[in-house]
């Protein structure tokens, strides 16, 4: 997850940029053309100086909430790990990654507000992420052994089958720093049988293994019963001393067959280097195992050449910090998506696909970081346009996927993957358009055709959902069901069958009729009270930190880091250099 620390400098930041013209932000070699997205802010509007003061207030309890999440489980379990003169797992990623780098962390949310019954288990209790070692990109998978001794929870299973799924989906090179107690037993039989469970862990450790996609463990603490079989199954094993690897430890060998053995004879780091042979290397302490994975790393032969078209990268022709006052969390505001784009993509060039056709979805080729991207996105803007086979005028809705907007943007996904283009997707929708006149130009047609193309794509995919994301609008915006290789939300997000006002009042309704039925009758401040206890719920469940506690999506970032975060997401996706052939099926045309 991104630091958002500065969140407070930005905002007073902004305040100065407003006295730059923007040709300030001009990017050097950037070529003028029609392609090139004009702005048209009023930086010192009251609705720009609002939309910020709301996004900062949101970005300062995210942050807030994140450097709790990064203590852990707290002062004394941290002092604990270093009593046994062992580094916190953080403080191993901080020496592994690169100097002056830093890890782009994934799931920092997972558990959120989980397991308060058995004390909570901050971020699961393990910490993943994306960074450079020895100029490398990796995913680094690390158990937080101040939670819990690092025990397994259902949802630290599946925190860590999601990141070896990302490095499965883009081949990138994985190193697991192990710290853990095994699976936490209260909980069991939600850990441990099912595919998402713990032991899909070792299935996947098989399967990278199998793809050729380079596994480093190192065992820094413990590693017992079936985690056990986690390490063995990478291709390089580490261990330092005082660390143990077994699969049942002295107490349970004791219990079961009667044999007294030490921890360090039944499973220590010398005995596996010494007699057993399952450690490559025995290190003596944590420092001495990072510089040794870092050597190896650095001997990995070079990745394949990206298959994707790559450039020089160039800046935006505007402030990516605008972001804050061009968007409203409000969904009843309206806003042009290309002033989004504008801030997102090299030399704010986007070559606009139809762009007088369909305009409630907006499709286009840019660049962003160098990687050439087809973009898909919603016009929150409402738009005048001509009814179908007709010359009357008519005003399609902001956020509303029609049938012409849905063709068009299923076919340029087609033109995506016919070309080798990856997709970006930007979410802020309401869902498809209903009523008669949307039922007989075949809405639900044009949805499937999109669905389909969407659900069949095989270029990386990646969504970022910056407002609403709703019903089946989810599902054609490549929602998690539709596998993007990663899936940011910003803090304004909101996600679900349908918006909160809408559901509240569908499901208060509801149970207004379940009462009459019992024979019960509330009064108008009953009935208030009850809508608002239903809305209160719903809204909760629609937060992306919510979301993000059940792995829904992989960070909710600062919407002034979103470039970064599609730069790293496009970076890992450019090192699987192999496309399966595209097929679409039956398309209803």
Known sequence: ??????????????????????????????????????????????????????????????????????????????????????????????????????????GIYAAYEMYEEWGGAPSAGTITGLARVSGRLCMIIA??????????????????????????????????????????????????????DFGRVFR????????????????????????????????????TEGSGLFLAGPALVQAAIGQKTSAEELGGAKMHAQISGTVDF?????????????????????????????????????????????????????????????????????????????????????????????????????????????????????????????????????????????????HDVNGFMVGKDAEWSGIIRAGAKMVNAVANSVVPKISVILGGSFGAGNYAMCGKAYDPRFLFAWPTAKFAVMSGDAAANTLAEIKLKQLEREGKKLDEKAQKDLFKSVKSTYDHQTDPRYAAARLWLDAIIDPAQTRDAIIWSLNAAALNAHLPEFKTGVLQT
């Open 143 to 196: 158990n937080d052994a101040t939670v819990k001794a690092g025990a397994f929870f259902p949802m630290t299973a599946k925190k860590v089958i999601r990141a070896q799924n990302i490095a499965i989906d883009n081949h990138i090179p994985t190193i697991y720093l192990v710290d853990s107690a095994g699976v936490f037993l209260p909980l069991q039989e939600d850990v441990f049988p099912d595919t998402d």
């Open 1 to 106: 997850m991104f630091n958002l620390a500065v969140v407070s400098v930005r905002v007073h930041i902004r305040t100065e940029l407003r006295i730059l013209e923007p040709a300030t932000f001009s990017c050097e070699g950037c070529r003028v053309s029609s392609s090139v997205l004009k702005t048209s802010i009023n930086l010192k509007s009251p609705d720009f100086e609002k939309n910020t003061r709301s996004m900062a207030e949101l970005l300062t309890a995210i942050k807030n909430e994140e450097e709790k999440l990064r203590e852990g489980g707290g002062a004394k379990a941290i002092e604990s790990q270093h009593k046994k003169n062992r580094l916190t797992a953080r403080e191993r990623i901080t020496h592994l990654i690169d100097p002056g780098t830093h890890l782009f962390e994934l």
């Open 204 to 239: 996947n450790n098989a399967v990278m293994s199998a793809m050729g996609i380079p596994q480093i463990t190192a065992i820094m603490g413990m590693c017992v019963a079936g985690g056990a079989y986690l390490p063995v199954m990478c291709d390089h094993i580490l261990m």
């Open 282 to 426: 025995r290190e003596p302490n944590d420092e001495s195992c990072i510089k040794r994975i870092r050597a190896i790393v650095d001997k990995m032969g070079a990745p394949n050449p990206p298959i994707f078209s790559h450039a020089r990268p160039k800046e935006p022709l505007y402030p990516v910090e605008e972001l804050y006052g061009i968007f409203s969390g409000n969904p009843a505001k309206q806003y042009d998506m290309r002033e989004v784009i504008a801030r997102l993509v090299d030399c704010s060039e986007f070559e606009e696909y139809r762009a007088e056709y369909g305009e409630t979805v907006l499709c286009g080729y840019a660049r962003i970081g160098g990687w050439a991207v087809g973009i898909v996105a919603n016009q929150k803007r409402h738009v005048q346009t001509n009814a179908p086979g007709s010359d009357q005028k008519r005003i399609e809705f902001g956020g509303v996927i029609y049938t012409e907007s849905a063709e068009k943007a299923a076919r340029f996904i087609l033109d995506c993957n016919q070309n080798r283009i990856p997709l970006i997707f930007l």
